[in-house]
């Protein structure tokens, strides 16, 4: 009704005015200046049921209805006139509110009924803001409350209570309340909002006050989309232009600027407590919102293709790496003090000998209940308990299947049961013996397997309490394989953030405004808890997300509230991703789960359209009815489901069957829509003339739900950043709402091109369209920005779409050629690189797929095998990227899921899921597919032989040999291992090790397979490898070629009858010879001698002036046998000897610890004066730096290296291998070799005898960038491997492509080698089981070995590789025998560091 309506009728008398008898007396100022606040956590949160509006109706003197208004309308009158609203409370209870307009308004409120507690809950609104402020002038007794509201108690008065507040600020332009009846705990509200009363405005404003036509344009735009954007006519566009310009005067004439329009229909932030932007001129302003057409932008792409932009690769280099654990934030020594019900749980476990079939605990707000169920013999048994305060009587019966409810056998009832109309109720045991607090239990034991669960609901008092409106149910048909672990201490998580996240969920499960605002408030925290602080705050969102959590348990509240909340979190990470981009990624992931949100409109707009498609296309009743129910009382992500259920039901003709495909495709069950507090029970029902309609209009609503709650949409994150904008008619051409500033050129034609491909069957223009807006939008996230978050989302969404797009490009993968499935490769990691804070090893891995793809295009011989050294870098880039999260990710999981009792499915695959979401797992299926493509045209097949040797043995698969590698079998076993690093010991009893990891052939653990005859090969096809899996435990016969193992299944006959010949190769006994100390602390090279020192150095020495001059020999000088022992024997070092002998007794006795304890032990002692002297002559005299010469400090790091070469002769590895083959350990003497480190270039190893063959015509040599360490030591990937035939040394062939990722690189400095007396002996391969240590740490640098010559130039690769071959070919001809070499070139000069005769 119009305001003229209303006025007519009070200057008629049809409404009495209300006299109030009662007047309070008012301060001018009953508190200091009044600050501004937003609405209180009383207005939001307290919202009740019980207060229901009136019929609104205006009241006649004789009491009859006359007109029905809308409380909430603006009624603008006169001076002397009054406006009257009627509210009911509570169905009995009148409340009347009286407003007279004067030069200070006044607002009269009358409440018929009295109590002394009664207070006016109340703030206003000024300005045209949505947040409170306090009035200065208010009446006696008002208090501030929390300054977040005002709090009036009322004054009693002939039964009524009254009370009147005056209003003298004139920007003021209406109040907002509660009331609260404080003895009661009660509060009343306007059908669960705020009261809201507006206040007539002065009319003093020129009624031609003139309205800026662009925003009279975006006004109507709003009120066309709000509208459901229909088709207008030419005079319904005039029309609806009017009532635009109509709307924002009646706001200018209310007190609002142009200005206050404008940041309002913009969405900006408005109030004096947010930042603006300084010196921000009206026409800079109109600059950042266009309402007209936008000039035609050039583009730089047809409408098939875009031309990407040459990039240069390096420059996407991201290294930020946040700190793994803050120890402020690590989990203390003590674990968490078990709760009441998880002692009782305890207990009961240890009490039953039976397996536990089944674990659940079902969290409830401010309780639990747990239980356990056991099977045995045709038993089943369960144990319920709760932790309620209250007595508890339990309401359950049997079922045989989901959804019944069965009355139980009679003579099984439990004691205190009472049957009750196909039930039982049951009294709940209090048990409190040994508990901290007593407990209630209930346990019953069922025979035979007829029934299958046990539904049941708790009853306290005339309370009902339900699981999430559903009934609680045990399953003790199906076992649950992964039974649900106690907390456990928290180790590796934000531990005190994820306490606090499980003390605060009851609170969250209330809605998801409580959950994000929870969140919102728990961003600090996890900032100054670091990385593991928001790793925590991922887990739950992604809780939340998956529905491990409860969305909402009987609360009410807004669209527009819960958008405001989205909004509040999401503002609050993009704050911390702006200031530290170490934790972005986190961030982004956490926002993926959270949604956009807004400022309140979208959200809104969640209610108001869905009004609008039922008026529109005539189905107000029935399921549609039901879901707006459902997203008045609270929107989800599950009503997107909905409503592409719905769109996809409508498209399919009406198949009722498509629309629950679509919903249980997404996890919405029949049980879960019945669940919700609004339930949705009906099936769609519509007829075919609604159908044009309803796709049109719900396509709409789509976009509308995905802004809400989906951040990763791709259509609503374009629209949120370049504006609304639509192809409409009339006014509403080329409108934006609101777009970025500072997009860069031609970006809106991108996006338009990118939504125009977005579901073609050739996604390959999609994808670089895709990728190149990432990359356009990249720098702008790399900065601050005030639509940071909008950006964020945009390129979620972009990142989203391009996972999708591949997995639907698949099909048209599958007949393509290795190019395009390189190109693609190529094209996801890029996606990958862009989402990844250190994404230095991706980058790399990117440049040599796009290297690969030059090497096929130029049709170079060795692109396949280059290719494939890339694809297993890639491999490893993304093992390395899982087991990063699994490392930050999964204790918290753990941890928080068992808090929260999340089930342990869930729990066990949090990670996992967390991957496959990524493009990491797109990425690992392309890989996969090119791999056979790569091996079969580059002749790789499906094996590499490390060691061919025919074996007999039972498979057992292991995940990492590491784990197996002291263990002894007793019979002989080939084992199939997941991961081999290549340092290893192969356990006794092992006959073979097959593995589908790429350990270098002149690995450690490949040397001992090669010297202890056991099969040991890398299986490169999935399918082979799983097939061997299979077997496990089954005996089977290896023959492996030079490239291939043939494998069958035999009999225990062929075992023993190779066991028999075995006994004949029976290896020789090995003994030690005890070395003394000879009274030399240090020895130059020309005095190495068999007593003094290991081969290692008499090699050295022995080469020297013997080799070619074009091969270079370090200077050394060592510390010879017994200097050890001579030093542990010094006084200065007694307290160290008396402990190393306890701790050997220990070790002797099978203590295995006491190993780490002796290394940590030797290095406690003391150089001996005599010993720093000597060896400091000793190497000047040899023309060495002394360390000392550059400080104290320097020579510190030099002895502390010394002893730590010492304390490997305790390793793990070196132990037990001496063990092993029954050397005495007590007899193994170290040497230490003392060389300069060259900086190396390259290093590598030659094997004069091809090892893989046997073939002594060949040498065989690796190559890895940087130092040997990476190639000896255990560091992933392969290093480059060649053959060169001796006869013709200068025609290297190349067998492989290094894929290494990365390279170790010193400054001048000091390595003091092993050099015991038990690494070269006859038929033990001791060389590598003891450390090399340098003096200074190494560099580990990530290789780019697009930029390598050794790769990239074949003449200086021709020449590298033939110099090695040539001085592997001078040194086995120096010895007469094959020999193990390693080597380093430095500026093209080759230098060997030690020989050793090949095994």
Known sequence: MSNSVVHHLLNRGFIRPVSFEHRNKLNSSCFPAAGKIGRSSVGTQLYGKGLKKAGRRLITETGRPVVSFVTRAVLTIDPASQTVEKFNLDGNIDLLVEVTSATVREVNIQIAHTSDSLLLHWGAIRDNKEKWVLPSRCPDRTINYKNRALRTPFVKSDGNSYLKLEIDDHAIHAIEFLIFDESRNKWYKSNGQNFRINLPMERNVDHNVSVPEDLVQIQSYLRWERNGKQNYSPEKEKEEYEVARSELREEMMRGASVEDLRAKLLKKDNTSDAPKSKGTSSSEQESQKKVSKQPEQKKYFSTEKIQRKGRDLNKLICKLVADFVDPKFISSTEPRALTTLELYARAKEEQETTPIFSKKTFKLEGSAILVLVTKLSGKTKIHLATDFKESITLHWALSQKGGEWLDPPSDKLPPNSLPVRGAVDTQLTITSTDLPSPVQTFELEIEGDSYKGMPFVLNVGERWIKNNDSDFYVDFAQEVKHVQKDNGDGKGTAKNLLDKIADLESEAQKSFMHRFNIAADLVDEAKNAGQLGFAGILVWMRFMATRQLVWNKSYNVKPREISQAQDRLTGGLQDVYASYPEY???????????????????????????????????????????????????????????????????????????????????????????????????????????????????????????????GADLESAIQNCMGYQDDAKGFMVGVQINPISGLPSGYPDLLRFVLEHVEEKNVEPLLEGLLEARQELRPLLLKSHDRLKDLLFLDLALDSTVRTAIERGYEQLNTAGPEKIMYFISLVLENLALSSDDNEDLIYCLKGWQFALSMFKNKKDHWALYAKSVL???????????????????????????????????????????????????????????????????NLGSWQVISPVEVVGYVIV??????????????????????????????????????????????????????????????????????????DGKLLSLKPTSADVVYREVNDSELSNLSLDNLEDAPPSISLVKKQFVGRYAISSEEFTNDLVGAKSRNIGYLKGKVPSWVGIPTSVALPFGVFEKVISEKANQEVSEKLQVLKKSLDEGDQDALGEIRKTVLGLVAPAELVEELKSTMKRSDMPWPGDEGEQRWEQAWAAIKKVWASKWNERAYFSTKKVKLDHDYLCMAVLVQEVINADYAFVIHTTNPSSGDSSEIYAEVVKGLGETLVGAYPGRSLSFITKKNNLDAPLVLGYPSKPIGLFIRRSIIFRSDSNGEDLEGYAGAGLYDSVPMDEEDKVVLDYTTDPLITDESFQKKILSDIARAGDAIEKLYGTAQDIEGVIRDGKLYVVQTRPQV
């Open 584 to 710: 972005r990624e986190l961030l982004r992931m956490i926002m993926s789960t959270v949604g956009r949100g807004g400022e309140g409109d979208v959200g809104q707009r969640i209610r108001d359209e869905i009004l609008v498609i039922q008026s529109k296309n005539k189905c107000k009743g029935g399921m549609m009815e039901q879901w707006h129910q459902k997203l008045h009382n609270n929107t989800s992500p599950d009503d997107v489901v909905i409503c592409q259920a719905l769109m996809d039901y409508i498209k399919s003709d009406f198949d009722m069957s498509v629309y629950w495909k679509t919903l249980n495709d997404n996890g919405i069950t029949k049980e879960r829509l019945l669940s919700y507090d609004r339930a949705i029970r009906s099936e769609p029902s519509f007829g075919r003339d609604q159908k044009d309609g309803l796709l049109r209009d719900l396509g709409h609503y789509m976009r509308t739900l995905k802004a809400v709650h989906s």
């Open 872 to 938: 297993d870098r890639s491999r490893l880039a993304l093992a390395s990227k899982a087991e990063r999260y699994l490392e930050i990710l999964q204790p918290s999981a753990e941890y928080l899921g068992s808090c929260l009792g999340v089930e342990q499915w869930a729990i066990s695959i949090f990670t996992e899921e967390i991957i496959r979401a990524g493009s990491a797992a797109a990425l690992s299926s392309l890989v996969n597919r090119l791999d056979p493509v790569l091996r079969q045209t580059a």
């Open 958 to 1031: 292991v995940d990492e040999l590491l784990t197996v590698q002291n263990k002894t079998y007793d019979r002989p076993t080939i084992i199939v291992a997941n991961r081999v690093r290549g340092e290893e010991e192969i356990p006794d009893g092992a006959v073979a090790v097959l593995t589908p990891d790429m350990p270098d052939v002149l690995s450690h653990v490949s040397v001992r397979a090669r010297n202890g005859k056991i099969c040991f090969a890398t299986c490169f096809d999935s399918g082979i490898l799983s097939d061997l899996q299979a077997m």
